[in-house]
């Protein structure tokens, strides 16, 4: 089978066409032929050689999730069968013609969402379940602040929360961006260029602060976001692109009772992703067929293109998911 591989650690053009034999899908788990496969800041942060690899992880093979036919399963499989529609998440290898999964990673595709659009569901919506909604506890009426709210986790996010009820203000970095997050729901969108946006959304709060913020960036927005929580507030953390290390003053988490938390998929376990998975098909995917949530694909790019792929979505220009075609 063709897939895309990392020759070595570094820019974008290590991403090169290889050929590996077609998995064999062991116990509890299935074959899948990829019709699309979601790239994601980790697969980019693997490319680069420093991303922490889970045991297990194929290091040459990138892709955490995809969508596709189910075309063999292995012993005990009970749910799927050869030519069910899926999308799954995977612990890597997804840039590949066939791809396995563990059979409880595997989705079926929410209402009105296309095959190819599927391959960009998986990461982010499981990420953003488990983070704002399980670990944030984020409830209907409050103010909830996405750093990046035009990146895959963003859009997704946006919705979700205004799905369930939340207020939600958004950066981005363009106003084409921050008009592309209002017409996905947001409230507020603050361009984080020419706006500070803890200002911005302290004014649109008439000085209350914001519950829930999910931050993607990390180092240079943790002091700032302390001090725009309210009491009892919650700080998580799904990415740190700005940096892993801050010097902050901590006082506003004693005083404000403040929460601080984070969590990394790619390190969960087949339990843990295969949790979200069914709490994503029973509470989420039926907002999908009432129009209250929606694929949001950005651009589609050939396996050979996959270096043009990483090259996109390192430079911030997309707003959405990107995906591989095999």
């Not at 892993?244 to 404000?256: G, I, P």
Request: hydrophobic fraction near 45%; aromatic fraction near 6%.
């Amino acid at each position: 089978m063709a897939v895309v591989e990392i020759r070595e650690p570094g820019n974008a053009d290590v991403l090169v066409p290889g050929r590996r034999p077609i998995p064999i899908p062991q116990v509890g788990e299935v074959l899948i032929k990829v019709s699309a496969a979601g790239v994601n800041r980790a697969d980019v942060m693997q490319r680069q050689g420093t991303y922490p690899m889970p045991p297990g992880a194929p290091a040459e093979v990138p892709g955490l999730e995809v969508s596709g036919t189910v075309v063999a399963v292995g012993e005990g499989v009970q749910r799927w069968k050869s030519g069910d529609f899926v999308c799954a998440l995977l612990i890597g290898a997804g840039y590949a013609e066939y791809a396995v999964a563990p059979e409880a990673q595997c989705m079926a595709l929410p209402p009105s969402v296309s095959l190819i659009d599927a391959a960009g569901l998986p990461e982010t919506f499981c990420t953003v379940w488990t983070n704002v909604i399980e670990r944030a506890h984020l409830e209907a009426g409050e103010v909830l602040l996405v750093q990046g709210g035009s990146s895959g986790i963003g859009v997704t996010t946006i919705m979700l929360a205004k799905a369930f009820g939340a207020t939600v203000l958004a950066t981005a970095g363009s106003d084409a961006k921050c008009a592309a997050c209002l017409s996905l729901g947001a409230d507020r969108a603050i361009n984080y260029r020419t706006e500070d946006f803890h200002d911005a959304a302290l004014a649109f709060t008439g000085g209350q602060g914001v519950d829930v913020i999910l931050d993607l960036v990390g180092r240079p927005y943790v002091e700032r976001e302390l001090k725009l929580l309210k009491r009892s507030g919650r700080l998580v953390f799904v990415g740190l692109v700005g940096g892993s290390n801050a010097e902050v003053d901590l006082t506003q988490v004693l005083l404000k009772r403040l929460t601080v938390t984070g969590s990394s998929l790619r390190s969960s376990s087949i339990e843990e992703k295969g949790g979200l998975c069914r709490a994503l098909e029973t509470k989420v995917w039926p907002l999908f067929g009432t129009g209250q949530l929606r694929a949001v694909t950005h651009t589609t790019f050939t396996f050979a293109q996959a270096p043009q792929a990483h090259a996109l979505l390192e430079s911030s220009a997309h707003i959405g998911k990107i995906l591989l075609i095999p």
